[in-house]
């Protein structure tokens, strides 16, 4: 696909793709914005016309318009091709070599799709009962309809068959874009039809809301080529714009609490469309904004819900808020229908997910009893386990000790019997290795400023530990950080700046291997011999290296 991505390069300009989402000034040779993901207070978003690339130094990211796009609308590579492609005017099937089959088949299944939408909503123009449904039963406005493509799917099992055969689409085609069932007949009958849109807009599948009486109330796609739900967020195009302009986005249970939302005018909300929170979900999300409140129900499967949340978002570094005061209402959908500005004092009022966290279980113990109490330290130190920040664990932890009533030191033994001062850092139940390409933004930061000075302050007197990138992409980018590093610095010391720069980065690196050598401990019984080796390691890093 090289052959495809030098064509959209050379037919867009990179000033045009970000300007879509940043408004930009000129700046000498270069254009400055703020940040899309609104983490500066001043402009340090930087792109560079002449060498057609970008870079936000204070979200440290940069790149090229396909890096861009993928970090801007939180989408993969080949999704990115495709957008951007198609604004190009690039025919990428003449790009594409083994997987033309597939290709076809995708193209297929997604004009049958979208096509399907099409038959659903003059279906539910059609139906004066489905009408009163939705307009009066669920309280949705026409424009809440238009903008999510509601419709609906007929009793008929062959309805939508006979229309698509019509249109010359092969049972094959229709099966594999999930519209048929283990019949051969029409999947959805006699339901509200909402269509799953990726994020570039094109329909995937649907959930249908059944309208008489019967099981299941909703039905979704099932997996296909088009439609994978550990990767999938509902509402995220229609909320996208909303977030990048707010800073946040609301994540609730439900794909009628998000469409709801939307309606009353918290368009930042989306849902991970019936399935249980996943890496990815979060990893598209906190691409868009680092401001994630969740709008789970209080009941047990809430709770089990969040505590996976911060499981996931403490493995990724992300601090996840949880809205938690309905007014009385059960869900969000129920709330907005109370009272629509009841919903947005509800997203404006929330709390860390794990306060929200830790009063559930107090809610459920009596913290007078020893049994509970024991209980409720074992609870509250495991999801201390995914809680990252050393200051703001201790400060937990001295909240949690004052409720039993115990020394902050003993809660500590507890919950870190072996070498107090460094492993309780990263015990982690559900630990995943980290891959070893995954860095902290400092650390990554650090190595762009150390390899730029290599690069372009020709510092030669200070061994660094990288190589001199080739690709012409990634040393355009170091140029702007080096630039930008050193615009206001009049009599520069670069080698000197280069030894201050590789202690710190040192020291940063250090922290992530104790922190990887943690989790790695967290893996094996105190009998295995690697337990004390590790255990060695992570003392040297810790103590000795000072």
Sequence with gaps: MNDAKEEIKSRLAVEDVVGQYVELKRAGRNL??????????????????????????????????????????????????????????????????????????????????????????????????????????????????????????????????????????????????????????????????????????????????????????????????????????????????????????????????????????????????????????????????????????????????????????????IDLTVISDYHGAKDPDELIQKDPALWHDAVEHRIPAVDWLLNKYEENLNLRSAPDKRKYSDVALKLLSYVKDEVERRAYEEKIAKKLDVETSVLREKGDRLYKNFIQSATRKYYKKPKTEIKSD???????????????????????PFDIPEDETRLAELELVFNRDHENIKTPNYEKEAIELLNRYTRELNQHKITALNAELETLSEDDARYDEILKQIYDLQYLQD
């Excluded at 123009?125 to 039963?137: P, Q």
């Design 32 to 317: 400055k914005g703020h940040s899309p993901w609104g983490v500066d207070k001043t402009p340090s978003f930087m792109v560079s016309p002449e060498k057609g690339i970008w870079h936000d130094f204070s979200a440290n990211k940069g790149g090229d318009i396909f890096t861009f796009v993928m970090e801007v609308e939180g989408i993969s590579f080949k999704e990115a091709l495709e957008k951007l492609a198609g604004q190009a005017g690039v025919d990428l099937t003449k790009y594409r070599g083994g997987d033309t089959a597939v290709s076809k088949k995708k193209i297929r299944a997604k004009e049958a799709l979208a096509l399907a939408a099409k038959y659903y909503q003059a279906c539910l123009v059609r139906s004066k009962a489905v009408c009163e449904y939705v307009f009066y039963r669920r309280n949705l406005n026409r424009k809440t309809v238009q903008d999510f493509k509601i419709g609906y799917a007929p009793a008929s099992g062959k309805a939508l068959i006979e229309v698509l055969k019509k249109r010359g689409y092969t049972e094959d085609e229709l099966d594999t874009a999930g519209l048929l069932n283990r019949f051969k007949s029409d999947l959805f009958k006699n339901r509200m039809m909402v269509p799953f849109i990726d994020t570039t807009g094109n329909v995937i599948g649907f959930t249908a809301r059944i309208l008489d009486k019967g099981e299941p109330k909703y039905l979704n796609t099932p997996e296909t080529l088009l439609f994978n739900k550990s990767k999938f967020i509902f509402g995220l195009y229609q909320a996208k714009e909303s977030i990048r302009r707010s800073g946040f986005v609301v994540i609730v249970e439900g794909n009628m609490d998000v469409i709801s939302s939307h309606q009353a005018g918290v368009k930042e909300a989306v849902a991970t469309s019936g399935t249980a929170m996943t890496e990815q979900h979060l990893k598209a999300l906190s691409n868009l904004t680092s401001d994630i409140r969740l709008a789970y129900d209080g009941d047990e499967a809430g709770v089990k819900a969040t505590e996976r949340a911060i499981m996931l978002a403490g493995d990724l570094g």
């Design 442 to 464: 400092q650390l990554k930061k650090l190595e762009n400023s150390l390899i730029a000075l290599q690069i372009f302050g020709g510092v030669t007197k200070v061994k660094l």
